[in-house]
C-alpha cells in the first residue's frame, strides 16, 4: 500500500503545476476551489527551495540569496487536485519593523482564515534548530487549530551522527504544541533525501 501511496504521489506532483495568484495583503487572497497545503518557515530556511523539489522544477518558486525574498503569498494549481502555498518567510532582523510586522500579520491572517487549509509544513532550518520565532509561529497555529507537521531542510548540511539528534530535538519541540504532528520529516532540497516522503504525506489532502 506504501509503495501504491508513494508512487501515486510521485505521478500527482510530476503533473502539471501553474502559478495562478500572487497575494501582497490578505484582502486579495483567492477563492477556494481546492484543498490547500501550505509552506512556511523562517526566511532563509530554504522554504523556496524545497517546493522547486517536491514538485520537480527549478524554479517554480523563486530562489533567492537574500533573506525574506519572497514578498507575497503565491499559489500553485497541482493538477487541479491541490493547491500549494508558498507563504513569505518570517523572522528576517534586518527588515524595517513596520515592513516585517505588515508582513507578518499578512501570513497569520491567511493561516487563520482559510477553511480549506488542511495541513502546515512549518520547515526549520535543520543546522539550527526550532527557534523562538519558529514557537510563536506554532503557538500561533496551535490557537488556529491548523495541523501542522516540522520539515527540517538542509539535512545535507549535518554530518551522518548529528540528522537523529536533529530530529530528536524537532520531536520534543513538536510535543509541547497541540497542533503539531509527532512525526518530523529530515529534508534535502539538494540531493532529495526525504522529499519522496514528503510527496506522499502531502499527496493525502489531494481531492
Aim: contains cysteine; glycine residues 8%.
Amino acid at each position: 500500500m506504501t509503495e501504491e501511496a508513494d508512487e501515486a504521489a510521485r505521478k500527482l506532483f510530476a503533473g502539471p503545476c501553474d502559478f495562478i495568484w500572487g497575494s501582497t495583503s490578505a484582502d486579495n487572497l483567492p477563492p477556494e476551489t481546492l484543498n490547500e497545503v501550505a509552506f512556511v518557515g523562517r526566511s532563509n530556511a530554504g522554504k523556496s527551495s524545497l517546493v522547486n523539489a517536491v514538485t520537480g522544477r527549478k524554479s517554480l518558486a523563486r530562489v533567492s540569496q537574500t533573506p525574506g525574498a519572497t514578498r507575497q503569498i503565491n499559489f500553485f494549481n497541482l493538477g487541479q487536485r491541490l493547491m500549494l502555498v508558498d507563504l513569505p518567510g518570517y523572522g528576517f532582523a534586518k527588515r524595517s519593523k513596520t515592513e516585517a510586522t505588515a508582513w507578518q500579520e499578512m501570513i497569520f491572517s491567511y493561516l487563520r482564515g482559510r477553511s480549506r487549509l488542511r495541513r502546515v509544513a512549518l520547515l526549520i532550518d535543520a543546522r539550527r534548530g526550532v527557534m523562538d520565532t519558529d514557537q510563536q509561529v506554532m503557538e500561533l497555529l496551535d490557537r488556529a487549530a491548523v495541523s501542522y507537521g516540522l520539515v527540517l531542510t538542509k539535512g545535507d548540511e549535518l554530518k551522518a551522527a548529528a540528522r537523529e539528534p536533529a530530529l530528536e530535538a524537532a520531536r520534543i519541540a513538536a510535543a509541547a504544541h497541540t497542533a503539531a504532528l509527532a512525526e518530523v520529516q529530515l529534508t534535502s532540497s539538494l540531493t532529495g533525501d526525504g522529499i519522496p516522503g514528503l510527496r506522499t504525506h502531502l499527496a493525502e489532502f489531494a481531492v
